[in-house]
T-cell receptor, first 113, second 112 residues
Framework: GDSVTQMEGPVTLSEEAFLTINCTYTATGYPSLFWYVQYPGEGLQLLLKATKADDKGSNKGFEATYRKETTSFHLEKGSVQVSDSAVYFCALSGLSNDYKLSFGAGTTVTVRA | DSGVTQTPKHLITATGQRVTLRCSPRSGDLSVYWYQQSLDQGLQFLIQYYNGEERAKGNILERFSAQQFPDLHSELNLSSLELGDSALYFC???????????FGPGTRLTVL
C-alpha cells in the first residue's frame, strides 16, 4: 500500500540555519504530495504541495520538489526562524477515488534563538 | 483559522463510555474526512464522507461510526471506549474530491 517515510528527528537548529527534512514515498502511479505543519496546540496547516513530477511547491520560504526518479519530496528552508518551530508532516494522496491523506510519522523541529 | 470547527476541544471520559465528536466543514465544502493522531500510530485516516454519503473507510474500528448530515456537518461516534482510544481526532474538509484538505483544530479525547 501507499506509505510515506520521513526523517523523524527531533531536529534542533539555530536561527538562520538551513533546514532539510527528508521524505520518501512508496506508491504506484503518481500521487499528489504535501507538506503539512502543526504548530503547538493547533491543527494541521497545508504548507505546500506538488501534484506532478518535477513540480516545486513553495510557501513561506519553504520549498520541496517532487522527484519521481527518487520517489522523494524533501522539505527545505534556507534560513529558519524561531517561529518555524513545529511538527512537519509529509503526506500523499490521490491514488484512489477517496483522496485520503497518508502521512509520515512527523518531524519535530525546534529553532533556538 | 482554517474555517473548519470541531467541538468539543477536550473530552475526558471513562472506559466503556460512548462519545460524539462534531465537525463543521468550511462553508461550501462537501467532503469531510476524519483522522486520528496518536503517539503510537501517528496520523491515520479513519473515514470520509462526501455530500452525505460514505466515500471511503480507513483504519476505523467497528466500535467507531460516523455520519454526515444534510447541512454537511459530521459526527464521529466512538463507543465502548478503551484506554487506547485516547488520541487527538481531526476533521478535515475539502470542496469536492480534490485533494486540498483544510483541518480543524482537533478534539483531544482522554479515556481514563
Amino acid at each position: 500500500g501507499d506509505s510515506v517515510t520521513q526523517m523523524e528527528g527531533p531536529v534542533t537548529l539555530s536561527e538562520e540555519a538551513f533546514l532539510t527534512i527528508n521524505c520518501t514515498y512508496t506508491a504506484t502511479g503518481y500521487p499528489s504530495l504535501f507538506w503539512y505543519v502543526q504548530y503547538p496546540g493547533e491543527g494541521l496547516q497545508l504548507l505546500l504541495k506538488a501534484t506532478k513530477a518535477d513540480d516545486k511547491g513553495s510557501n513561506k520560504g519553504f520549498e520541496a520538489t517532487y522527484r519521481k526518479e527518487t520517489t522523494s519530496f524533501h522539505l527545505e528552508k534556507g534560513s529558519v526562524q524561531v517561529s518555524d518551530s513545529a511538527v512537519y508532516f509529509c503526506a500523499l494522496s490521490g491514488l484512489s477515488n477517496d483522496y485520503k491523506l497518508s502521512f509520515g510519522a512527523g518531524t519535530t523541529v525546534t529553532v533556538r534563538a | 483559522d482554517s474555517g473548519v470547527t470541531q467541538t468539543p476541544k477536550h473530552l475526558i471520559t471513562a472506559t466503556g463510555q460512548r462519545v460524539t465528536l462534531r465537525c463543521s466543514p468550511r462553508s461550501g465544502d462537501l467532503s469531510v474526512y476524519w483522522y486520528q493522531q496518536s503517539l503510537d500510530q501517528g496520523l491515520q485516516f479513519l473515514i470520509q464522507y462526501y455530500n452525505g454519503e460514505e466515500r471511503a473507510k480507513g483504519n476505523i474500528l467497528e466500535r467507531f461510526s460516523a455520519q454526515q448530515f444534510p447541512d454537511l456537518h459530521s459526527e464521529l461516534n466512538l463507543s465502548s471506549l478503551e484506554l487506547g482510544d485516547s488520541a487527538l481526532y481531526f476533521c478535515a474538509s475539502s470542496v469536492t474530491d480534490n485533494n486540498e484538505q483544510f483541518f480543524g483544530p482537533g478534539t483531544r479525547l482522554t479515556v481514563l
